[in-house]
Nanobody, 123 residues
Framework: QVHLVESGGGLVQAGGSLRLSCVAS??????MGWFRQAPEKEREFVAA????????YHANSVKGRFAISRDNPGNTAYLQMNSLKPEDTAVYYC??????????????????WGQGTQVTVSS
């Protein structure tokens, strides 16, 4: 069993930055990812990182602005968010995949989820 706790969300003006953190307890020898869900929209992939942190993948909508990272020994993931836009407003969720050492982008590959942290970007 894996328990995840996110932090770092908040209210920021457009163009600002936030850094989200996700602390995991339990087995985290797999991909960790960040997803987000805006009101009345489906949850969508944001970024993912492999078990040892050597490989990452970011959604096109955040590429060049967001960066996922992971500490060693790998039970904490971060999402550095720069140049935030109002359309980035959402609840951000951290997740751990059930298996797989490489990064995974499919929501169905993730078995464990945090409670989410709200990010609001004002224009």
């Amino acid at each position: 069993q894996v328990h995840l706790v996110e932090s770092g969300g908040g209210l920021v003006q457009a163009g600002g930055s936030l850094r989200l953190s996700c602390v995991a307890s339990g087995r985290t020898f797999s991909s960790m990812g960040w997803f987000r869900q805006a009101p009345e929209k489906e949850r969508e992939f944001v970024a993912a990182i492999s078990w040892k942190g050597g490989s990452t993948y970011h959604a096109n909508s955040v590429k060049g602005r967001f960066a996922i990272s992971r500490d060693n020994p790998g039970n904490t993931a971060y999402l550095q968010m720069n140049s935030l836009k109002p359309e980035d407003t959402a609840v951000y969720y951290c997740a751990v995949a059930g298996s797989g050492l490489s990064y995974l982008t499919n929501i169905g590959d993730y078995n464990y989820w945090g409670q989410g942290t709200q990010v609001t970007v004002s224009s």
